[in-house]
């Protein structure tokens, strides 16, 4: 039977604007394809847009528009990011297409009749002003929303459930025989330990979202997101639908997806479909995080990478190769725009771009446009050098090791191991001077095996980077006046010296990466980046997400949106207090509690418990001036009472609070308005 391959990204949600995050998995989907149809494989590509769910909803709230028109935006804006850098996928997932909501019911219903979904209730943490539930740790008698930092309240809702608990022993057995599941290996041992520790049913509908895809023969209930996300891999193959046939040819596939959602893939998915006796995909191989400034990318800290300036400053190929080549996949990298321009300067215009040049140009001058060929004459043996073999030796190693590279997703080592090929043939062509063999008629014959062989390395170099870099290997092939599509050309069926019948000629010779000047660019970035910054309080795009993912890494985060508007007559009912910490200490066995008796000018010291322990500590806030709400109803955390709750900044995605204070002196039990 043919090979084929069938290569995913995550689909993305549509509640944040496209950033070098997602472009960077879809680039490695692309990369990867583009490598599998080189080598003849029958390869299926797909990407799409996650659109469904309360987030989504908010984020057209946000921008004071319809749901719909919302999401088509957005997905527009996608689509002109991939298109912008030539990614070539197959098919886009929307999961708001009616067949994939098909699919995501016949899916629910193979499941449901194999006896592994219940209707019961689900009890959790919601948030009011999230208007959603919160996965938030148990220890704490009333956690507080970690987006709002507001107690959440305790809440029953009527909820189906996916037996996830019945599934741990077949998930592990599955982890177990086919050790490659999920790539690399430290994501394989973490899903094993966390489901070795067992698992809890799965509430897999909500009453409380509406945008989404019913529950067949209950539609009061709205299918989990994630449930009908994840269903896109074989629904947009046509499992479960009519609208395509492709699911026999090219499941199971191999999902590529950061490792903020590693659980929903490696544990999730694989129990759907195990429950609804559908196969399970064929590998998880999960990528790092790219970071800015060593931190991770996000609005607020105001480090994400704008597309728009990006895309201004760098073409797709310079982009491309810099993912690739900076971050190891499987671990996290670090983006700066000064490495950008670095390996591009480095690596692009003085390695492939200039070998390129300097080989043409050669062709040009010397042999008038025909380059000279190192069979038949045996170019090598008229050179009479070591130096000439060592190149071909060097290419055909870089050859041999840069599948097994690629198929191992370590694009990094591969384009490694094609550069060191680029660096030994320029450095042959500088060892040998053909400049100064172009002087004298004598040695014209180890001209022509200087150029023969500086040639041939070329040609080959450009087949294996063609994946990685397909606007500049069509280029440079052009150029060397040889026949075909690169892309479309096994580099393992090209032998070294294997140019075909016809005679070559080059075409015009036009730098295929010029140098970026650095400073001037740099400036400009950040100018661009400056003007970029949301202000305070500004609505973006990008909100919070979901509950699931709350504690996992991830990048889309931003400014909240303002809360409801209020009259003067509901902020004059939240009395606001000055006060001062007399005495604090840990509260035993919880993480985040200081337990405080402060001082509000009223005679006695109050207890207010905070869950602030993770940030300060008890000696941080003795004598320390705060601000109470001191009319806030008492209640219990821990079996102790807690009368009214500090004031503080949340800041960042994990929320961390910074206190408020005053910087001049004011008394006690003065009421702020
Ligand atoms: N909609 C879900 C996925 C559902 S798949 C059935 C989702 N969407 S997302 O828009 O948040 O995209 C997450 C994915 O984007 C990550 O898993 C990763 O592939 C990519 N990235 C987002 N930010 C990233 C970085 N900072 N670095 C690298 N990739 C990142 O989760």
């Not at 596939?253 to 490696?266: C, S």
């Not at 909100?543 to 007559?569: D, F, R």
């Not at 200081?594 to 806030?621: K, N, S």
Request: charged share 25%; proline share 5%.
């Amino acid at each position: 039977m043919k090979e084929t391959f069938y290569v995913t990204t995550p689909i993305y949600y549509v509640n944040a604007r496209p950033h070098l995050g997602h472009i960077y998995t879809t680039l490695v989907a692309d990369t990867l394809i583009r490598f599998k149809r080189q080598r003849g494989v029958d390869s299926f590509f797909l990407t799409g847009t996650d659109e469904h769910g309360i987030n989504i909803e908010r984020a057209a709230e946000a921008r004071g528009m319809p749901l719909q028109q919302h999401v088509d935006e957005i997905v527009q804006e996608f689509k002109e990011a991939f298109a912008h850098l030539g990614i070539e996928y197959d098919r886009w997932v929307r999961t708001t297409n009616l067949y994939h909501e098909q699919g995501v019911q016949k899916l629910w219903t193979a499941i449901l009749d194999r006896g592994y979904i219940y209707k019961g209730e689900y009890q959790g943490w919601f948030c009011g002003y999230c208007n959603e539930f919160k996965e938030v740790d148990d220890d704490i008698a009333t956690p507080l929303c970690p987006v709002h930092e507001k107690p959440l309240d305790r809440i029953a809702e009527e909820s189906y459930f996916f037996k996830l608990s019945e599934m741990q022993d077949r998930l592990l057995e599955l982890y177990r025989s086919r050790p490659d599941f999920i790539q690399p290996e430290t994501r394989r041992n973490e899903v094993i330990s966390f489901v070795s520790g067992g698992l809890k049913d799965l509430s897999i509908s909500r009453v409380s979202v509406k945008w989404g895809v019913p529950v067949p023969g209950d539609p009061g209930h709205t299918i989990y997101v994630w449930f009908d996300a994840l269903a896109n891999y074989i629904t947009a193959l046509g499992w479960g639908n009519s609208e395509y046939q492709d699911f026999g040819r090219f499941w199971p596939g191999h999902h590529l997806v950061g490792k903020d959602i590693l659980r929903f893939h490696a544990v999730y998915w694989p129990a759907f479909l195990l429950a609804a006796g559908v196969e399970v995909p064929s590998s998880v191989r999960v990528h790092g995080m790219w970071l800015s400034g060593g931190r991770k990318m996000s609005k607020t800290l105001g480090n994400t990478i704008d597309l728009a300036v990006l895309y201004k400053h760098f073409t797709p190929d310079m982009i491309r190769y810099f993912v690739l080549r900076e971050m190891s996949f499987g671990h996290d990298g670090d983006f700066t725009y000064e490495a950008l321009v670095d390996r591009v300067n480095s690596d692009l215009a003085d390695g492939i771009g200039n070998l390129a040049s300097r080989t043409l140009t050669m062709v040009r001058n010397y042999f008038d446009g025909s380059p000279p060929r190192v069979t038949g004459g045996n170019a090598e043996g008229r050179l009479n050098k070591e130096d000439a073999c060592q190149v071909r030796a060097a290419v055909e190693q870089a050859k041999a090791g840069f599948d097994g590279e690629f198929d191992t997703l370590n694009f990094s080592r591969a384009l490694e191991a094609a550069w060191a090929a680029i660096a030994r043939i320029d450095k042959f062509i500088s060892d040998n001077q053909p400049w100064q063999l172009a002087k004298d008629s004598a040695r014209r014959a180890d001209l022509e095996a200087v150029i023969a062989t500086a040639y041939e390395g070329l040609r080959q170099v450009v087949l294996l980077i063609g994946p990685a870099l397909p606007n500049a290997a069509r280029q440079i092939w052009q150029q060397m006046g040889c026949q075909g599509d690169p892309l479309a050309i096994n580099p393992a069926g090209v032998a070294w010296g294997d140019q075909g019948d016809g005679p070559l000629r080059i075409g015009q010779v036009t730098g295929a990466f010029p140098k970026l000047p650095k400073d001037k660019i740099m400036s400009e970035i950040e100018k661009e980046r400056a003007a970029d910054q949301p202000q305070s309080g500004q609505a973006t795009t990008e909100q919070a997400l979901p509950a699931e993912e709350a504690a996992a890494p991830s990048v889309a985060t931003g400014i909240l949106p303002l809360a409801p508007t209020i009259t003067i007559e509901d902020f004059v009912n939240i009395d606001l207090r000055v006060a001062t910490v007399l005495a604090a200490e840990r509260v035993p066995k919880a993480d985040k509690l200081l337990r405080l008796q402060v001082d509000l000018g009223e005679g006695e010291p109050r207890q207010i418990l905070a869950g602030i322990a993770q940030y300060y500590t008890a000696e941080q806030m003795v004598g320390r001036k705060i601000i109470v709400v001191a009319n806030l109803a008492p209640r219990k955390l821990r079996g102790l009472e807690s009368n009214g709750m500090l004031l503080a900044a949340s800041i960042g995605e994990e929320g961390r609070p910074v206190l408020a204070t005053f910087t001049e002196d004011v008394p006690n039990g003065a009421r702020l308005k």
